[in-house]
């Protein structure tokens, strides 16, 4: 039975934490290995797009930028000869890619959906090439594979595609077998895929955890190791509640729900590939490798505390539409979210009354948002209001809704640091619920809360 090990971009941050990545690869037998792109080269590549669409003259130094974070680690930790040789051409010719599509955008000014997923996948090639590279160098045979010729298949979604697991299956297979039998560790970029026409298709900001996953599900592994710069699931957000503690075994649900509602562990849709198979995840820490990290289990998790967990979600703005009645006009809140998919918006959560709909969205879509639906003011909406001061707090624990007393615990702990509760949202998952504060009050509440359920 294979492993297959993910590598975040903070576990390849230098050539220092490159080493150690390496040196924990070296040990395994039958691994393979996914990777996000190096620490700020995806925050690179977007720059890129924006100094591209300005003029040509401003992409030379972000591509030196590029090679320079990659060139370094090679002249760090690769000797001479021709494993280095072979790295040097392999890297040079990913960052030759990245120019001629900067150049592309740059001299027709404008960007389309696929042109935009084939660079921004540039990241995670090259750190396939530099991983892979680097190994061979220190003596573990390994070969770059990009997932979209390797058979990462996904639908034709540019931006936020899905995995198609049983083309994945059939396709990515084939591929990898015959490298694990000869003893080389293949190494497959994360964050994108091939859609059925076969253009690049992007899994989502981060997705790199997802591909990792759908890789596992493919080669039927027995384990799945997501590798990270942190010691594994937390009980809360050490920055804002300092008392947080590791969690040793957390349920597929759970996990999903605590990176839904803003635990930067894993991409939210990670476990989906894996649902009903018998491979174990677990989230394991670079710098304590002998810890075995978090188990996410695909049964239940065996935990005596109520609540696994409780997340925090800074990134949050609400519009507010009101209305006599609008809680009540058939298709208006479909009419809405056509509207706000149309201009390609996700609307994260939806809570209704009779006289006022409130869509919580991402910072970065609200103010657009606004834009588009204040042209809808009539009769029915009399007035569009947007709330960018508000933050999320997700408490997330198995049948959580089944529980007595849950709910009342969590608002009385709140309401003892006289925090006022501004919404609230339980129902749309056994698993979940979550409730929003001002920005201000949220590190108070997400203490309080945790004080209740980790004393």
């Avoid at 039998?181 to 059925?196: L, M, Q, S, T």
């Avoid at 198979?277 to 677990?282: D, G, K, Q, W």
Wanted: aromatic share 4%; hydrophobic share 45%.
């Amino acid at each position: 039975m294979s492993k297959v090990m993910k590598f975040g971009g903070g576990c390849l941050r230098d050539g220092r934490s490159i080493a150690r990545a390496c040196a924990i690869i070296g040990r395994q037998k039958r691994a393979v290995v996914v990777v996000s792109a190096v620490s700020g080269v995806t925050e690179l590549l977007l720059s890129a797009i924006e100094q591209a669409k300005r003029h040509q003259r401003n992409i030379p130094p972000i591509l030196a930028a590029l090679a320079t974070r990659h060139v370094a680690v090679i002249d760090e930790l690769c000797p001479g000869g021709p494993a280095k040789k072979r790295l040097q051409v392999a890297i040079a010719a990913q960052l030759s890619r990245a120019e001629r599509l900067l150049t592309g955008i740059a001299c027709h000014r404008d960007l389309t959906p696929a042109v935009r997923a084939r660079l921004l996948s540039c990241g995670e090639r090259l750190a396939a090439r530099l991983l892979a590279g680097i190994l061979e160098c220190l003596g573990t045979r390994a070969m770059a594979l990009d997932a979209h010729r390797a058979g990462v298949c996904t639908d034709e979604n540019h931006e936020n595609a899905s995995i198609d697991r049983t083309r994945t299956r059939k396709a990515l297979a084939a591929k990898v077998a015959p490298l694990l039998r000869r003893d080389i560790v293949p190494v497959i970029p994360g964050f994108f895929g091939r859609g059925p026409s076969g253009a690049i298709t992007l899994l989502g900001r981060n997705g790199s955890d997802y591909s990792a996953a759908a890789v596992a599900y493919a080669l039927g592994a027995e384990r799945l190791e997501v590798w990270k710069d942190v010691d594994g699931f937390m009980s809360a957000d050490p920055s804002r509640v300092p008392t947080a503690r590791r969690l040793e075994r957390l349920s597929f649900a759970e996990a999903a729900e605590l990176s839904y509602f803003g635990a930067r562990i894993l991409h939210p849709r990670t476990v989906e590939p894996l649902e009903g198979t018998r491979t174990r995840v677990f989230v394991r820490s670079m710098d304590d490798p002998g810890s075995p990290g978090s188990e996410i289990a695909a049964t239940n998790s065996g935990r005596v505390v109520d609540i696994a967990g409780i997340a925090a979600n800074t990134r949050l703005a609400v519009i507010r539409i009101h209305g006599a009645g609008i809680g009540s006009k058939p298709g208006l809140l479909a009419g809405v979210s056509s509207q706000l998919a149309g201009a390609g918006i996700n609307i994260h959560s939806v809570l209704t009354s009779q006289t006022c709909i409130n869509l919580l969205l991402d910072p970065a879509d609200a103010r657009r948002s606004l834009r588009k639906m204040k042209a809808a003011v009539n009769g029915v909406i009399k007035r569009i209001e947007l709330e960018e001061r508000l933050a999320l707090v997700g408490v997330v624990g198995e049948r959580i809704m089944e529980k007595e007393g849950i709910y009342a615990r969590i608002f009385t702990a709140v309401a003892r640091e006289k925090i006022n509760v501004e919404m609230a949202a339980a129902g749309a998952s056994s698993v979940a619920c979550y409730f929003l504060v001002r920005s201000t009050d949220l590190d108070r509440a997400l203490r309080a809360v945790h004080d209740e359920f980790f004393p």
